[in-house]
């Protein structure tokens, strides 16, 4: 499928959900207002490829629920301690890949995790900006800074193409 056509596929499932009924006037005012939408606001041509690899999309999917539920913990944790809040700070973290689709998708997941807020990522520099919450220790910050890496390392093997899958994990990931 290429073309506008998933487009106002999407859209128009979205236009049902936000109705929350199905009715053929809806469907149809669906179909129209996404023709419209794709039509006078056309998307450009990502100039994206990507490809999805079984095992290691497993593996970071795996490992990010880990993630998910052990930052849960933390967190929860971190709100129910009599000493408050642990003082936090804001991290650079310079990524290695430069493709904005895996920058994108990484920020998403490591921002996803309860404990991290994404404040900026700049495509340019391939670097992202993360508002840390545990970071009491410069320990803790350079554990976090690791972590993201090793995320952006999963992202690249699960989804990058080739070319850019061998540049990256054939670099050192620093901290």
């Known amino acids: ?74 967190v929860s944790w971190f709100a129910l301690r009599p000493s408050g809040a642990p003082p936090s700070a804001l991290l650079r973290v310079q990524l290695r890949t430069r493709s904005e689709l895996v920058m994108t998708i990484t920020s998403e997941l490591v921002c996803l995790v309860p404990g991290s807020l994404l404040v900026e990522l700049e495509p340019e520099e391939g670097a992202i900006y993360l508002h840390v919450m545990d970071a009491h220790t410069p320990e803790r910050l350079a554990a976090f800074h690791q972590s993201v890496l090793e995320q952006e390392e999963r992202v690249v093997k699960a989804f990058a193409p080739r070319e850019e899958r061998d540049a990256v994990c054939s670099q050192e990931v620093r901290s």
């Open 1 to 74: 499928m290429s073309g506008p056509l998933p487009m106002v596929v999407g859209l128009t499932l979205i236009w049902v959900l936000l109705w929350g009924a199905v009715s053929p006037t809806i469907v149809v005012g669906g179909v129209l207002a996404s023709v419209l939408v794709v039509t006078v606001f056309p998307f450009p041509r990502a100039p994206w490829t990507w490809v999805i690899r079984p095992w290691p999309t497993l593996v970071l999917a795996v490992r990010f629920l880990w993630d998910l539920v052990r930052a849960s913990v933390e």
